[in-house]
């Protein structure tokens, strides 16, 4: 997938190669013995949440909070460290070695154990190609169809969500960092986002008014495993009623792979986590992958129930890099698409990644015009038939196949008996003078909005509202100022003037809160491993002035959130330097005091005599510096001969025979070493 960014006249290019896969990708059978693998475990049998047993206690690193007590128990035996568990699906994710997975293939409880594989991410005139402007001025009871009231969860490196045209995004989950924050640091799900939603005059999404609903599955370079796709699909199952969430936007895949057999993807996780999100009544959106094939796609798109979408070009024929295959649902534009990029940008991309946001931004069109419509009743299966039925076919050369490119604009006249709007009017122009910013440290915002002429009334609604607010009748311009919640806040700005309306939209971030520092390392003597403990529920990062040197690092946000981090100071070894933390929110900064301490990187030496008469063990320790000295005797647990000291001696009675010991020092830096010796007893 190349994707070109555009910002200031500069034309910055970035090449995203997507991983490949051969087909054991998924197959447990070749793990080494001693190795320590990423696993998806499936269970034959279900045991709802509400059945969960009050003992089971959750590890604070469980990507949810709901699990099978069953799935729990058993696993008490079989060396796995659980990483994720599911609210709407018989499985549980983790890390395992060989020996724990024998013993699971005997356990009659498991369906399936498969490897959690990795997943890696796979508008100018597209809108128009596909009918989405003309859909835009149709209208049913007074509504246009812009896709409002819908919500579409894209699953991908999170989204930009103070992208200044990208009103209407819901913040879900971020499960690659563990938080509430899914900000898009790759760039690719701002993207997608854009092609869906985006309010821009220019490049318009396919569904403008529509509801972003932000999943980070995928990291900065773009990849993740299936187990977190697995997880964001539960999220949106979970709130599908919450956030009215009809859609399920996947541009992601493993492109080496490719199959014309969905029973080769339906008996593996992902597939079934996708059957289960349409048996709930959301569609789900793949990109095909862009390996070029002619004889099949990739997964999970190749999945039964998932909507597959390949790409066309400008010309309306299939592109070269698009899989295909004949179990290929849709195609839809995929080349040179334009939209929103972080950092108020737009960016230029091409792949089936940008398709599949086209065919997810139709669908939300539809289901707006079936809540729209008592007579529509439509389920995922029935909206798959009618994008198959009313789009336009495109003929692959390379297999001989024809495939329907997406045509919302039939799709929906097909559906429902609408026409535009009258066309007799002229729209007002609304300048947002204020605010400019998009963060503000207070909860209170000021505005000032200037129309082109005198509205007969100015309103405004944010994400949280269904119905507008009406701030000035019969004006031309509007200052004051209006308290918004913490966090993300997306506000339209509506002029009404006869029927004729004009919209302006606008997003940004409110933390009022300061970061807290409870404590952090001190010293006086420090080896280069720091940890802070702090309060900030939407923290940036934590940097490090160490003697003017300026380092860096990504921590979690909450609550009594503690961060640990290194950094080579041996440079500075034996010197006392001075040095603070400063923690950075979206807004706010706070700084520690100022510490000082020497530096020592050095572990501390150890000298050890053990002479041996008649079984008595005499040791002998002797460390270049104070140090805590302990030691194990024949492989057992470690015992403590001093707190602080340079120099010990202790009395052992050990039987005859050979014997090892092992000794420790750990210096006041918390710098460690050992030292073993062998003896034979008399």
Same mark, same amino acid.
């Given at each position: 997938?190349?994707?070109?960014?555009?910002?200031?006249?500069?034309?910055?290019?970035?090449?995203?190669?997507?991983?490949?896969?051969?087909?054991?990708?998924?197959?447990?059978?070749?793990?080494?013995?001693?190795?320590?693998?990423?696993?998806?475990?499936?269970?034959?049998?279900?045991?709802?949440?509400?059945?969960?047993?009050?003992?089971?206690?959750?590890?604070?690193?469980?990507?949810?909070?709901?699990?099978?007590?069953?799935?729990?128990?058993?696993?008490?035996?079989?060396?796995?460290?659980?990483?994720?568990?599911?609210?709407?699906?018989?499985?549980?994710?983790?890390?395992?070695?060989?020996?724990?997975?024998?013993?699971?293939?005997?356990?009659?409880?498991?369906?399936?154990?498969?490897?959690?594989?990795?997943?890696?991410?796979?508008?100018?005139?597209?809108?128009?190609?596909?009918?989405?402007?003309?859909?835009?001025?149709?209208?049913?009871?007074?509504?246009?169809?812009?896709?409002?009231?819908?919500?579409?969860?894209?699953?991908?490196?999170?989204?930009?969500?103070?992208?200044?045209?990208?009103?209407?995004?819901?913040?879900?989950?971020?499960?690659?960092?563990?938080?509430?924050?899914?900000?898009?640091?790759?760039?690719?799900?701002?993207?997608?986002?854009?092609?869906?939603?985006?309010?821009?005059?220019?490049?318009?999404?396919?569904?403008?008014?529509?509801?972003?609903?932000?999943?980070?599955?995928?990291?900065?370079?773009?990849?993740?495993?299936?187990?977190?796709?697995?997880?964001?699909?539960?999220?949106?199952?979970?709130?599908?009623?919450?956030?009215?969430?009809?859609?399920?936007?996947?541009?992601?895949?493993?492109?080496?792979?490719?199959?014309?057999?969905?029973?080769?993807?339906?008996?593996?996780?992902?597939?079934?986590?996708?059957?289960?999100?349409?048996?709930?009544?959301?569609?789900?959106?793949?990109?095909?992958?862009?390996?070029?094939?002619?004889?099949?796609?990739?997964?999970?798109?190749?999945?039964?129930?998932?909507?597959?979408?390949?790409?066309?070009?400008?010309?309306?024929?299939?592109?070269?890099?698009?899989?295909?295959?004949?179990?290929?649902?849709?195609?839809?534009?995929?080349?040179?698409?334009?939209?929103?990029?972080?950092?108020?940008?737009?960016? !230029?991309? $091409?792949?089936?990644? +940008? &398709?599949?946001?086209? #065919?997810?931004?139709? @669908?939300?069109?539809?289901?707006?015009? %079936? /809540?729209?419509?008592?007579?529509?009743?439509?389920?995922?299966?029935?909206?798959?038939?009618?994008?198959?039925?009313?789009?336009?076919?495109?003929?692959?050369?390379?297999?001989?196949?024809?495939?329907?490119?997406?045509?919302?604009?039939?799709?929906?006249?097909?559906?429902?008996?609408?026409?535009?709007?009258?066309?007799?009017?002229?729209?007002?122009?609304?300048?947002?003078? !204020?605010? $400019?910013?998009?963060? +503000? &440290?207070?909860?209170? #915002?000021?505005?000032? @909005?200037?129309?082109?002429?005198?509205? %007969? /009334?100015?309103?405004?609604?944010?994400?949280?509202?269904?119905?507008?607010?009406?701030?000035?009748?019969?004006?031309?311009?509007?200052?004051?100022?209006?308290?918004?919640?913490?966090?993300?806040?997306?506000?339209?700005?509506?002029?009404?003037?006869?029927?004729?309306?004009?919209?302006?939209?606008?997003?940004?971030?409110?933390?009022?809160?300061?970061?807290?520092?409870?404590?952090?390392?001190?010293?006086?003597?420090?080896?280069?491993?720091?940890?802070?403990?702090?309060?900030?529920?939407?923290?940036?990062?934590? /940097?490090?002035?160490?003697?003017?040197?300026?380092?860096?690092?990504?921590?979690?946000?909450?609550?009594?959130?503690?961060?640990?981090?290194?950094?080579?100071?041996?440079?500075?070894?034996?010197?006392?330097?001075?040095?603070?933390?400063?923690?950075?929110?979206?807004?706010?900064?706070?700084?520690?005091?100022?510490?000082?301490?020497?530096?020592?990187?050095?572990?501390?030496?150890?000298?050890?005599?053990?002479?041996?008469?008649?079984?008595?063990?005499?040791?002998?320790?002797?460390?270049?510096?104070?140090?805590?000295?302990?030691?194990?005797?024949?492989?057992?647990?470690?015992?403590?001969?001093?707190?602080?000291?340079?120099?010990?001696?202790?009395?052992?009675?050990?039987?005859?025979?050979?014997?090892?010991?092992?000794?420790?020092?750990?210096?006041?830096?918390?710098?460690?070493?050992?030292?073993?010796?062998?003896?034979?007893?008399?």
């Amino acid at each position: 997938m190349l994707i070109v960014m555009q910002k200031k006249g500069l034309v910055v290019f970035f090449l995203v190669i997507l991983s490949a896969f051969d087909g054991n990708a998924f197959s447990i059978d070749e793990v080494k013995n001693s190795s320590q693998v990423p696993v998806i475990i499936t269970f034959k049998d279900f045991l709802p949440p509400d059945q969960v047993m009050a003992s089971v206690s959750m590890t604070p690193n469980l990507k949810t909070r709901f699990v099978n007590a069953r799935n729990i128990h058993a696993f008490d035996n079989y060396d796995l460290e659980i990483k994720n568990t599911f609210r709407n699906f018989n499985m549980v994710a983790g890390i395992i070695s060989k020996e724990g997975i024998e013993k699971l293939k005997e356990n009659p409880d498991i369906e399936s154990i498969e490897m959690d594989a990795e997943v890696k991410i796979t508008l100018d005139v597209s809108a128009p190609l596909i009918g989405a402007s003309k859909v835009n001025g149709l209208s049913l009871n007074g509504n246009l169809l812009r896709g409002n009231g819908v919500s579409v969860c894209v699953i991908d490196t999170g989204v930009d969500y103070l992208h200044p045209y990208l009103q209407n995004v819901i913040p879900g989950y971020d499960f690659i960092n563990l938080d509430n924050d899914p900000m898009d640091d790759h760039g690719h799900g701002t993207m997608v986002a854009g092609i869906i939603a985006s309010s821009n005059s220019r490049y318009r999404g396919v569904a403008p008014e529509a509801n972003i609903v932000a999943l980070k599955a995928l990291d900065s370079s773009g990849s993740g495993s299936f187990s977190d796709v697995i997880a964001s699909i539960d999220y949106c199952i979970t709130n599908k009623d919450l956030f009215n969430i009809s859609v399920i936007s996947m541009s992601l895949g493993v492109d080496g792979f490719h199959t014309n057999n969905p029973a080769d993807c339906d008996s593996l996780a992902t597939a079934k986590a996708i059957s289960a999100a349409v048996q709930k009544g959301i569609s789900v959106v793949v990109s095909s992958g862009n390996g070029g094939y002619s004889d099949g796609i990739s997964y999970p798109a190749c999945a039964s129930d998932a909507i597959s979408v390949g790409a066309t070009n400008d010309n309306d024929d299939i592109a070269s890099f698009s899989n295909s295959g004949s179990i290929l649902d849709l195609l839809a534009p995929g080349v040179s698409i334009k939209s929103n990029y972080p950092g108020s940008n737009f960016a !230029s991309g $091409s792949g089936t990644s +940008f &398709s599949a946001p086209h #065919v997810s931004g139709s @669908i939300a069109i539809i289901r707006q015009l %079936d /809540s729209l419509d008592q007579t529509i009743a439509i389920t995922p299966s029935d909206i798959r038939n009618l994008l198959h039925s009313t789009g336009n076919p495109v003929f692959d050369e390379r297999n001989g196949l024809s495939f329907p490119r997406l045509d919302i604009e039939k799709a929906v006249l097909s559906l429902a008996d609408i026409s535009p709007p009258p066309q007799n009017f002229s729209k007002i122009d609304i300048e947002i003078v !204020s605010p $400019s910013s998009p963060a +503000f &440290s207070t909860r209170s #915002v000021p505005f000032h @909005i200037l129309l082109s002429e005198s509205a %007969d /009334s100015l309103s405004y609604r944010t994400n949280s509202q269904s119905s507008y607010t009406t701030i000035c009748r019969y004006c031309g311009e509007f200052k004051d100022a209006f308290p918004f919640r913490e966090g993300s806040n997306f506000v339209e700005i509506k002029a009404q003037k006869g029927q004729s309306a004009s919209y302006g939209n606008l997003s940004f971030f409110i933390d009022s809160k300061m970061p807290k520092i409870h404590a952090a390392t001190k010293g006086p003597r420090i080896n280069g491993t720091f940890s802070v403990e702090y309060t900030e529920e939407n923290l940036r990062n934590i /940097s490090l002035n160490f003697g003017g040197e300026v380092s860096t690092f990504a921590c979690p946000s909450g609550k009594r959130a503690s961060c640990k981090f290194s950094k080579d100071i041996s440079s500075h070894d034996n010197k006392q330097v001075d040095y603070y933390f400063i923690l950075s929110d979206i807004i706010n900064t706070a700084k520690s005091d100022i510490y000082s301490a020497i530096v020592d990187t050095i572990p501390p030496s150890i000298s050890i005599s053990a002479p041996v008469i008649n079984s008595n063990l005499l040791i002998n320790v002797t460390t270049g510096e104070p140090a805590r000295i302990s030691y194990s005797l024949d492989g057992r647990k470690e015992s403590m001969l001093c707190s602080k000291c340079t120099s010990i001696a202790k009395k052992k009675y050990v039987g005859k025979g050979s014997h090892s010991l092992k000794v420790y020092a750990t210096d006041e830096a918390g710098n460690r070493d050992s030292k073993d010796v062998s003896f034979d007893a008399i």
